[in-house]
């Protein structure tokens, strides 16, 4: 096997684990999944000599992990700090900034918003991934991110239904654990 198709293997592989992240409600649920996806798709960027990208999904991972447990600003502000002078380092050409942005939107997202506001702001950086794979050529990382892109899109749209009904999408789950004891 060539490191070629290795590189698209993992980025397959990345594919499967992140197919469902947007789906979930629950925050914590939502994060952890976010994390594993960023940590394999990170490989397969390092694999297909994309050092910026794969620089700022590892970043990801650690800082999705890290948003888990505080929101505080300085901590945000140390991530961003960390994917600008990192994923700058290596920058070759200009499609790469894109990861770059991306993940400078999706740090902000995770520290400073919740709910709706999170996905909405994810959708954009997702659009950034989605040209800079397809750019690269990354099978699975462009099939991840557009599948991103589209499901998180709808998810978006209903669970802003969901809103407009009065009902709170990322409330359910509490509610459903704190009536049933059993649940949790």
Known sequence: MTAYWLAQGVGVIAFLIGIT?????????????????SATIGVH????????????????????????HT???????????????LG???????????PII??????WA??????????????????CWVVHNFWLG??????????FLVMNGLNIIRFRRMQKRGIDPFKIEKSVQQDNPSAR
């Open 88 to 98: 700058l380092a290596k920058l070759q050409h200009a499609m790469e900034l894109l």
């Open 21 to 37: 992240t947007f789906f979930n409600r629950d925050e914590r649920r939502f994060r952890l999944q976010l994390a594993v996806y």
């Open 71 to 85: 929101r505080k600003l300085w901590v945000m502000t140390v991530f961003i700090v960390l994917t600008l002078v």
């Open 102 to 107: 991306g993940t400078l939107a999706s740090t």
């Open 110 to 127: 995770l520290f400073r918003c919740k709910g709706l506001t999170v996905r909405c702001v994810m959708w954009c950086a997702t659009a």
């Open 138 to 147: 990354s099978i699975g990382g462009t099939m991840i991110e557009g599948s």
């Open 45 to 68: 960027f390092f694999l297909m000599g994309a050092w910026p990208a794969g620089m700022s999904a590892e970043l990801n991972t650690i800082r999705t992990l890290v948003s888990m």
